[in-house]
């Protein structure tokens, strides 16, 4: 019996050095016991900011699509 994960919205650039997700999203896929660590990163402004950690290779299918990805957890409150 296959389960049902939750889902949710989203874009994705392909191209992007990295992946964000807002905490807002990961609380309410509930998936917050992923988070680990803390991680530090640059803005495309050049500004440095910290993450409030990385979910290691979680399973995103789109589509037909499937395939594993990192995503650093940032601090937002909402999916803008």
Known sequence: MRST???IEGLVDIKASMYVMAIIVVRE???I???VGREIY???FGIVTQALGRINQIL???SKI???MVFFVIDMDNYD
């Open 42 to 44: 640059n803005t495309t």
């Open 33 to 35: 016991h992923l988070v």
């Open 60 to 62: 995103i299918i789109f």
């Open 29 to 31: 896929l509930g998936i």
């Open 66 to 68: 499937i395939c594993q």
């Open 5 to 7: 994960s939750p889902r």
